[in-house]
């Protein structure tokens, strides 16, 4: 056994220890069920971990996280996650959250082949797309990249509201609050980006079904 295993393995039986220290029915509580006020969509980075970034205890946050926190339609893991969190523990509010320095959008600003990731990366170089002249005219290639993190939370956020899912929701009159934040890794800080979403009215006509 590597010394990294059972390190972990000690770790958690610490953390036990340590838990129940400070509440002896701390496990049994959390065992009873979960009613988390929020949904968290973010990125796989290890550097960003979304309780410990809002101070939330377990219990208190339903997280989702993929390369470069996307939320691509078709994806059913998102959409199962989404569906669940909104119509089964009926979050309130839902928060796509990015991060400066993000590998996934770094690397779709180039043209490198990284594998099978490529397929993934396709859809944030779709975002650069759409927002190539903004993007494009930003002339230091690191405040470029910070802002194409910022613009693909944004793209996010809208592709959220855009689901069967979220605006059924709202139809259904449904408390249900959208919002786009970025993470910086250097500072712990998170930038709220100011786009929020909480009807069908925040969307474009040709987005909004007829549910």
């Known amino acids: 056994m590597s010394e990294f295993y059972k390190k972990i393995l000690d770790n958690n039986k610490k953390w036990v220890e340590n ?14 069920g979960q009613s988390p006020p929020l949904l968290w969509i973010g990125c796989s980075d290890s550097r960003v971990p979304a309780n410990e970034i809002i101070g939330a205890k377990p219990g208190e946050v339903f997280v989702h996280r993929n390369i ?11 959409l199962s996650v989404l569906d669940y ?18 590998g996934g959008v770094k690397t779709a600003m180039g043209n490198a082949s990284v594998g099978i990731i490529d397929n993934w990366i396709r859809h944030i170089k779709d975002v650069y797309r759409h927002h190539k002249g903004e993007l494009d005219a930003i002339v230091d290639e690191n405040e470029r990249f910070n802002r194409f993190v910022e613009v693909n939370v944004i793209e996010q956020v809208s592709d959220l509201a855009k689901t069967s899912i979220v605006q059924n929701a709202w139809k259904n009159g449904q408390e249900l609050y959208l919002h786009g934040w970025v993470y910086g890794l250097n500072s712990g800080i998170v930038t709220d980006l100011g786009v929020n979403y909480s009807s069908n009215d925040d969307l474009d006509d040709v987005y909004q079904l007829n549910i």
């Open 68 to 78: 470069a926190n996307m939320v691509i339609h078709s994806d059913m893991n998102m």
């Open 85 to 102: 969190a909104v119509n089964v523990l009926k979050v309130k509010h839902v928060l796509v959250c990015g991060h400066y320095g993000c």
């Open 19 to 32: 838990q129940l220290k400070t509440d002896a029915n701390y496990f049994k509580d959390l065992s009873e």
